[in-house]
């Protein structure tokens, strides 16, 4: 691999660590709510996402050592694009209702994914065993989390709703689930 190879391949690895590190800090802030407690399930899912995103910037760190270091030395104006995207989703976690942060935390895996997409891209096309093996190990982390997200959120509305008042549609949650999966399995295959 040449050396602009190198710092590309730097670089995205890089965004993924301020991914990540985003990711996890902002998934901790949300455990110390005390809201989340009301949310069966929620809980668990946050410290799944967290151990998930821990995990994975442990192997980025782990990739760079076995590269001589390289992560770390590509354009810190990346990374901080990157991190700043997600320190604007997750912006003032406690001014928002508990399905604002949930519905966060499902954009900044969605961002993940892609970013693992591309970084996966990027190591086939430099043809990078170490960095293909933990860029699809990635991939394969991150949909459940945000399925599992997608499954308990119409649940967390509805309480939030419930709050405020009886609700007058009260099998609204499963008529929204509903229509949310069709929607899904309408995709037309690719």
């Known amino acids: 691999m040449n050396e602009a190879h190198r710092k590309h391949l730097a670089a995205y690895m890089n965004d993924m660590l301020a991914v990540e590190r985003d990711l996890s800090q902002a ?9 989340i407690a ?3 399930g929620l809980r668990d899912i946050l410290l799944d996402i967290v151990a998930g995103s821990e995990g994975r910037s442990d192997i ?3 990739i760079s050592q076995n590269e001589g270091g390289a992560l770390g030395a590509a354009v810190k104006g990346t990374v901080m694009a990157v991190a700043g995207t997600l320190a604007g989703i997750y912006g003032r976690l406690r001014e928002h209702p508990v399905s604002r942060m949930v519905r966060d935390d499902i954009i900044a895996l969605d961002v993940a994914v892609t970013g693992y997409g591309m970084l ?3 190591a086939r096309c430099l043809d990078q065993k170490e960095s293909i093996a933990f860029a699809q190990l990635a991939l394969l982390g991150c ?7 997608d ?5 967390i509305i509805a309480a939030e709703l419930a709050e405020d008042a009886p609700l007058p549609v009260p099998d609204g949650v499963e ?12 995709l037309p295959p690719q």
């Not at 998934?27 to 809201?35: C, I, P, S, T």
């Not at 499954?151 to 649940?155: A, G, Q, T």
């Not at 008529?175 to 309408?186: C, G, K, S, T």
């Open 120 to 122: 996966l891209t990027m």
């Open 38 to 40: 009301f949310h069966d």
């Open 151 to 155: 499954h308990v959120l119409p649940l």
């Open 27 to 35: 998934v901790r802030g949300q455990l110390e709510d005390e809201r």
């Open 175 to 186: 008529l929204a689930e509903d229509a949310i999966r069709q929607v899904w399995q309408q």
């Open 143 to 149: 949909p459940p989390l945000v399925t599992r997200l």
């Open 60 to 62: 980025l760190r782990k």
